[in-house]
């Protein structure tokens, strides 16, 4: 599966302009293959998405760099993400040591992802079953905010909750599942927002959701 995850890195990532090394790092040394469902595990590396039940999905190995990539990560920086799914997006930061809290509205995926990530010693990953899109007052302001999943707005709960500086990657678009990525820089007071180019992710379900 090693070399599966090299494979994937070289030419699904790297082949994309994708170079901060922690986050390609990080690619390589989370087993993808265990978020997907056993039957589905040999599509696990491939470049594309990847069901992983309830009508939801694992994204595109690319589209998780990016994402990250985006974050600025580092270490001991928190971030809060919207959309725990399989958590193969919160073990991706996790392993380049960021101080993860992640929200998913799906029960049986919340406890799931909470199994896989303990079973894998990702035991500070912080996880809640709840509607990402109010964030998490209790924890924030937060230095990062990334949502995996696609609404109609960005959501003001998580503006607020971003921390000054802070980054944020969301998808936003009116219609379903075509989307742009929006990222929200806050800066010395000010907000800044920036687009880069169409995605296609899930759903966001709630109340500054669909
Ligand atoms: N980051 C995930 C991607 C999962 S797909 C991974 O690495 O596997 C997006 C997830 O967002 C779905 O599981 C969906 O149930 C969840 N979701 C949608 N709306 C949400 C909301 N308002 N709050 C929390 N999670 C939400």
């Excluded at 040591?97 to 049986?108: N, P």
Aim: no cysteine; net charge positive; aromatic share 6%.
């Amino acid at each position: 599966m090693k070399r599966n995850r090299e494979r994937m890195v070289r030419d699904q990532i790297q082949a994309r302009g994708i170079s901060n090394p922690l986050v390609l790092q990080a690619m390589l040394n989370v087993p993808r293959h265990l978020f997907v469902q056993e039957a589905l595990r040999a599509q696990a590396y491939g470049d594309h998405a990847v069901p992983i039940g309830h009508g939801q999905t694992i994204s595109q190995p690319y589209i998780v760099a990016l994402m990250s990539e985006i974050l600025e990560p580092a270490p001991g920086v928190s971030v809060l993400e919207i959309g725990t799914g399989s958590g193969y997006q919160a073990a991706i930061l996790a392993e380049m040591g960021m101080d993860v809290s992640s929200v998913e509205r799906i029960k049986a995926l919340h406890f799931a992802a909470r199994k896989l990530l303990d079973s894998l010693r990702y035991f500070k990953v912080r996880l809640k079953l709840d509607d990402g899109t109010v964030g998490w007052a209790e924890y924030a302001p937060f230095d990062r905010i990334i949502v995996t999943a696609g609404g109609p707005e960005i959501p003001e709960p998580l503006v607020a909750q971003l921390a000054d500086p802070g980054i944020m990657a969301i998808p936003v678009g009116r219609s379903r599942r075509q989307q742009e990525l929006v990222v929200i820089r806050k800066q010395h007071g000010k907000t800044t927002l920036e687009r880069r180019g169409g995605v296609a992710f899930v759903d966001l379900v709630g109340t500054h959701g669909w």
